[in-house]
């Protein structure tokens, strides 16, 4: 199910701390940064913090700038971001900031805690998940019921530990300020967790005042039938690739790259790359990679278009040529049509092969644009 891009941020000391525990709320960030999440406030849909954080700070989460307010009216969006906090408890002072300032609100709990929040009369909807929270069901809920396509996360820490170790935060804005904390009571930005292993990506720094920003996003693909945010980055990739193929009228043009379960791209290829006019995507990556690599039995295969199940111009099907190379996970955009081979069935190829294949629809368009001549 689609779930919006959900971009995680948080300030912290040099020696990783979120906050002191004294009882006023440690100012980490620069003023000329909070000027910077009020802009990346004000480019979201929603925003959301966990009870932990309405509890110790009573933050109000507006966009300050009447100037971004009056852009987000003139695009015909609500003057301020949808508010939304989690509970398993329910117990919040109905008197916080965070429901009295503001637009629309929404509180996502349990069912029990759904008692408790109504008993309390707090001014918000409240969508209860069940016995459990369940982040997935909460990301799809606010994609499929109020429309959010960007949600901003700004802690705290359990938040934020939740979010990575489950693979659906697509990025990290991370400030690093100036100052020590020193008190080991203090809540830390992250807490023990499964992270994924190997290294995330750098995609920014950036000097504001006397803070650094660093943005990274997750590389690590999913071990399983649920994507996580990297295997959406990956297939983006992907579709990327494609559309510096040369054109063809008689084959598609196609991006594939094949990645490492700790997030390192091992290859990537496409449609006929290099001075091959027969090559295949997965065929050109595959035949970059080392055979004798023992990470391939781990890796996940991206391909804008499903692998191809039966070819004539060579022996081996794209599926078959990932079979044999030990890989067991594949992700696409895009089920083959029936342009050039009827009925083909790629996932079906790999699936009987022991492959896991998931398509993710959300890349469609994407992954057929280099070939709209075809159609
Ligand atoms: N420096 C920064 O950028 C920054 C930003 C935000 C916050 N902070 C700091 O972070 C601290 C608060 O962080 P925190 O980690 O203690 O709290 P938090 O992450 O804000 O909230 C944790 C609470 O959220 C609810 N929750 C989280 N996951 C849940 C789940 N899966 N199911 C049900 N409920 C769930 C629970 O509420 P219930 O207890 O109601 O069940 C839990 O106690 C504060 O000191 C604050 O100042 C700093």
């Excluded at 929270?133 to 960007?150: A, C, E, I, K, P």
Aim: with cysteine.
């Amino acid at each position: 199910m689609p779930h919006p891009y959900v971009l995680l941020s948080a300030a912290v000391s040099l020696d990783g701390y979120l906050d002191d525990t004294g009882p006023e709320r440690l100012l980490l960030s620069s003023p000329e940064d909070f000027d910077r999440v009020d802009e990346v406030r004000a480019s979201v849909d929603a925003i959301l913090v966990g009870a932990g954080t309405i509890r110790a700070d009573n933050p109000r989460l507006l966009v300050n700038s009447p100037e971004r307010r009056a852009a987000r009216r003139a695009r015909g969006l609500p003057e301020y971001p949808l508010k939304v906090t989690v509970s398993g408890s329910g117990d919040l002072d109905p008197a916080a900031a965070f429901w009295h300032t503001g637009g629309d609100k929404i509180l996502y709990t349990t069912d029990k805690g759904a008692e408790r929040a109504r008993s309390l009369g707090l001014a918000t909807d409240v969508v209860p998940l069940g016995t459990e929270l369940d982040w997935r069901r909460l990301l799809t809920h606010l994609h499929d019921q109020r429309g959010v396509r960007r949600l901003m996360v700004e802690g705290g820490g359990v938040i934020h530990t939740q979010l990575l170790t489950q693979g659906l935060a697509d990025e990290l804005q991370l400030v690093l300020a100036p100052l020590f904390v020193g008190d080991p009571d203090a809540p830390r930005l992250f807490g023990p967790g499964s992270y994924q292993g190997g290294r995330l990506r750098l995609c920014e720094t950036r000097q504001i005042g006397d803070v650094v920003l660093m943005r990274y996003e997750p590389t690590a693909p999913g071990t399983g039938e649920l994507p996580v945010a990297a295997d959406h980055h990956w297939l983006a990739l992907a579709c990327e690739l494609a559309a510096q193929c040369p054109p063809s009228q008689t084959a598609f043009s196609v991006g594939a790259v094949i990645v490492a379960a700790d997030g390192t791209e091992l290859a990537r290829g496409w449609s006929r790359e290099g001075s091959d006019p027969l090559a295949h995507a997965e065929e050109a990556a595959l035949a970059k990679a080392d055979p004798d690599d023992p990470r391939l039995a781990t890796a996940t295969v991206y391909s804008s278009l499903e692998p191809c199940a039966r070819r004539a111009s060579r022996p081996a099907s794209c599926s078959r040529l990932i079979l044999q190379a030990g890989v067991r996970r594949v992700v696409t955009a895009w089920r083959e049509p029936d342009t050039f081979v009827p009925g083909a069935d790629g996932s079906g190829v790999l699936r009987e092969g022991g492959a896991t294949v998931l398509v993710l629809p959300e890349h469609e368009e994407r992954a057929k644009a280099p070939n709209s001549h075809l159609f």
